[in-house]
Each structure stands twice: as structure tokens, then as C-alpha cells.
């Protein structure tokens, strides 16, 4: 638990793109029924997002490596899921309330840069069945850490945070620590351990964001593709539906 994060470069988003998806037809299962040491607390939703969803939903390999995650933490710990399959509109949302931001306070930089810049915290909104963003997969959540009294352990930044220190490796860098920042490392590691020992891989620009099955975890883990394309909780709805009209015929 005391090894620090490897400091890992930032994903080659064309290349990310080009791995190829065989879509394994996993269904999403809904993060709000898990035992108590995972919780969910859908944050897009509380913060009043146009479109976000009330429910934390994931693939089912996702969730089951969540509940691993969860059940190595030490007691009174408890794995808080703050978001995962996102819809389209709330990452074109994200992508276009960052990628503002970026240019009001750089209105000289170039297109090509701001998008950079955007996309070091959010990915390109795509639905594209090639190259999907990843929250769309279900691969993705993002994912914090909350003690006995349901407060969330200090990570150096908040949730969603744009800046550099909250790249997951960021207070590794620093030569000597105070109190406080090694408080952060000793956090984030326990995070990124337990995540990563049960299969996720993570967003170097984001502590929070945790990713399996999808392109970005075949990239990071080194798999020749991904398992999981765009899917949406009404794909379930459906199944379900056409199951119960089948055995009412």
C-alpha cells in the first residue's frame, strides 16, 4: 500500500480510438443496491446538471470489481461511487462548460490547444461506435474514498477539480512533503491500490477516474481491445420488456 503511484503519461487519444471494441453485451447494473462499504452518490445529479442521471450505473464486471475494491479497504472505510455511465448530453455538457472556461481565461490560445487542454479532464463527447467516450461504455466511474462518518478522505483537490495537482500522481513529485500533503499521498495510494489490485486502470489526469473494459483501460492495461462499446440503461429496459412480452404470448 506504501508504493507510490507510477507517474504515467497522458493517453494518445488517436490511437485509444483506433483499438478495436468487441462489445461483450454486459448489462448495466445500478450501483445504489450494493452492500455498505460501496455507496453511491450520483454528484451530477446533485449539482443539478441538465440531463445527468439519479443512479450510478455500470457494467456488471465493473460493479463486481467495485465491490472487490470496496471489500479491501481497511474497516470503516467505504468505496464512494460519484459517477459512472454518463449520457451523451452530460458530457457534451462537461466538455463544452470546460473547454469555455479554459478560453475565457486564455481568449489568445489557438482551437487546437484549448482542446488539449479540455481534454486532459474531459473526454471528446462521442457516441461514435468505433471510438466512444468512455463514460458512455459504462467502463468508467469515478470513484472516491469516505470514512465511518461519510465524510470523503482529503485528496489534495476536489472532485472534478480542473488543475494540475489533480493529476493522481501529482504529490509524488514533491521533494519533502508537509503533514498534510503526505496525508494526500498515503490517501491517494490507498485509492489507486485498491482499485487498480482489482482489475481498473486510472486516468493519469484524474484521481477519480477509474476505468475498465473500454478502450482507455485496453490501452493502459495493454489489451489488444476493448470489451465494452456505447450502451445506455434503456438497452436493459428493452431486453427486459421484450422478455415479458415473449412469455406473455
Known amino acids: 500500500m506504501n508504493a507510490p503511484i507510477p507517474l504515467l503519461h497522458d493517453p494518445d487519444w488517436s490511437r485509444v480510438s483506433a483499438l478495436p471494441i468487441r462489445e461483450n453485451h454486459e448489462e448495466l447494473v445500478p450501483a445504489s443496491l450494493a452492500p455498505a462499504n460501496l455507496a453511491c452518490y450520483p454528484a451530477y445529479y446533485k449539482l443539478g446538471i441538465p440531463n445527468a442521471v439519479p443512479e450510478c450505473h455500470m457494467r456488471r464486471g465493473v460493479y463486481q470489481r467495485l465491490l472487490a475494491a470496496a471489500r479491501s479497504l481497511p474497516k470503516g472505510l467505504t468505496l464512494l461511487v460519484m459517477d ?6 452530460v458530457q457534451q455538457y462537461l466538455y463544452d462548460t470546460l473547454y469555455n472556461a479554459i478560453e475565457n481565461h486564455w481568449p489568445d490560445k489557438p482551437a487546437a490547444e484549448l482542446e488539449q487542454l479540455t481534454r486532459e479532464f474531459v473526454s471528446l463527447p462521442s457516441t461514435d461506435p468505433r471510438a466512444p467516450s468512455p463514460h458512455l461504455t459504462g467502463g468508467s ?25 489533480s493529476h493522481t500522481a501529482a504529490f509524488e513529485q514533491l521533494a519533502t512533503p508537509t503533514p ?8 491517494r495510494r490507498l485509492l489507486y491500490r485498491a482499485m487498480t489490485n482489482a482489475g481498473f486502470t486510472n486516468l493519469p489526469s484524474e484521481w477519480w477516474h477509474y476505468d475498465f473494459g473500454n478502450q482507455l483501460w485496453a490501452w493502459y492495461s495493454g489489451q489488444p481491445r476493448a470489451c465494452y462499446g456505447p450502451t445506455h440503461p434503456e438497452s436493459l429496459e428493452c431486453r427486459w420488456r421484450r422478455e415479458i412480452d415473449r412469455r406473455h404470448q
Open 180 to 187: 498534510h500533503e503526505q496525508q494526500v499521498i498515503a490517501n
Open 141 to 165: 466511474v469515478d470513484v472516491t474514498l469516505i470514512d465511518e462518518h461519510g465524510l470523503m478522505l482529503d485528496m489534495g483537490t476536489q472532485f472534478d477539480e480542473a488543475t494540475p495537482w
Open 84 to 89: 459512472s455511465w454518463r449520457p451523451y448530453s
